[in-house]
């Protein structure tokens, strides 16, 4: 259960807004934290949500905020698009306090965005995201031919790695030759 | 909707890579040299050490992955002659022709066993494993030289098999198979071999570790299994009789085929049914359900015992008679 602040770039939200909770609440109030990606949209997620991430859960433990603080503090992740991110968040609420089954229907549907949540939830490392979002990738090449491989997972020919590799080449070449110039200019 | 794969960080691509069959990583890895490369250096790093390649001397070569049942092919040779029209996927390899169809890619060559060689090697080299298996028809010799030479490692199974027909021809005869009698362990998966008529029991059978016989003639006799020193022994079509299994389980008692571990008879009789046991054989009855090994590490069947027998030195065995069949599995101390 998460609420989504829209536009916000201060460090600080005002109040997020909180869907409400299921009927089991537990007897202890939980503890919420803020998060927030490339867009500052601020997401609220419960601390038993956040535990699937080892690195939020880890920043949590080290850092030991208060309701108070963690509000005022949104963990900020610029690395990671607001749209992802959000993915990331409901995932990690429909999961939260529930073993994680072997298939899951809840991944994300949009195959173009497939890369960046992968990217994404192995920097926040939610290992069983991980492994969910890896199937969906090592299920894309099921019965190709390695032509048809090369195109899914873009991977270039020979002859596009050694024109790249030869790119490469001269542009080091170029850069070496533009040091040597300017070292041999502050020389004068 | 591509993905790049090969801008995802390492840890990722690795997870990538253990989640795919070993003939998708065989196909990807003909998508470029560094592709190639990358799945090398994977499994270089991390040996699937329960993976056992197989090859097929016709050209085949496949992978068990942890059991029988979880067998993949995942490239093959043949001969050019046999290049299919342009309806198929095509690909090229190193200047060979090739298809995919099957799910695994297909080289095609001008000489065959060439072909094979190569592919095999691309296979093993690509996964830094060694020939487990081995099936041979009736133009694989050839091969048991050739992976005598290329790898110290001795191979862990053989098979002979009916591709289309196996006969020992006129020069290489049954000595020729027994290269396999350095095979360090004691796995053999192919059945169906066909042996001809040339071959015949010599007394020089052994000691090979599996033996299967498939063969509709007599030669499979009593004394057959007792000097076949093999520790899987497969006999099909056998018109073996009580009278015959009774002699052998007394040769047995007594410290005859010390190693066998694992005996099935297919009768040819489908309705053989053997129940009657010799008294000096001490012959219980029992029903005991104990798993044993089959092929590869991992790989269980389970027997429901019938009888319980034991050997001078008390190593027992469990029977199981079916309608068609007998089957006997020696509780070895080092578990079979």
Known sequence: MSSTEQGTSSAAPAEPTTAPE??????????????????KVVHKVSAGALQHSALIHGMISNLGYTEEQAKANPFPFENIDGDILQMVVDWCNQHKGKPTPPEDTNLPKQKEKLFDLVLAVNYLEIKELLTYCCKQVAMMVKGKSPEEIREIWMIPTDAEDEAAEKEAK??????????????????? | ?????????????????????????????LCSKKARRLLKNHYQRIKPSKWRVSMFSWGLVDIINCTVSNRINVMMARHISELPGEAHKSIEFNGYKGTFERGYPTLYF????????????????????????LIIDRNGLWAFDWINNRQEKLLGGMGLSKNPTYVLNEEKTLDNVLIV??????????????VSDNVRFNRKLGPVDVVLSDTNECWVTCDYLMYSDAIKLFVSDSILTELDLNSFLRHWRVGGC??????????????????????????????????????????????????SIQRWDGVKATIRCELGYFTMVVWHADKN
């Open chain 1, 22 to 39: 299921s009927a089991a609440a537990p007897e202890v109030p939980e503890s919420f934290y803020y998060v927030h990606g490339k867009d």
């Open chain 1, 170 to 188: 001269k542009r080091a070449g170029k850069e070496a030759a533009g040091e040597t110039a300017a070292a041999a200019g502050d020389a004068k």
């Open chain 2, 1 to 29: 909707m591509p993905f790049p794969i090969l801008r995802t960080p390492f840890v990722v691509l690795s997870e990538i890579i253990d989640l795919l069959e070993p003939n998708e990583i065989v196909t990807a890895s």
């Open chain 2, 110 to 133: 001008r000489d065959h066993v060439f072909g094979t060689k190569m592919v095999v090697d691309y296979v093993t080299d690509l996964f830094s494993l060694d020939i487990y298996g």
């Open chain 2, 181 to 194: 009698r350095n095979a360090s362990s004691t796995d053999c998966v192919s059945t169906d071999s066909n």
């Open chain 2, 258 to 307: 010390p190693r066998l571990a694992y005996l099935k008879v297919f009768f040819d009789n489908k309705n053989a049914y053997v129940v009657n046991f010799d008294e000096d054989l001490e012959i219980v009855e029992t029903n005991e359900v104990r798993k044993f090994r089959v092929v590869a590490e991992g790989d269980f069947e389970e027997i429901e015992g019938d009888y």
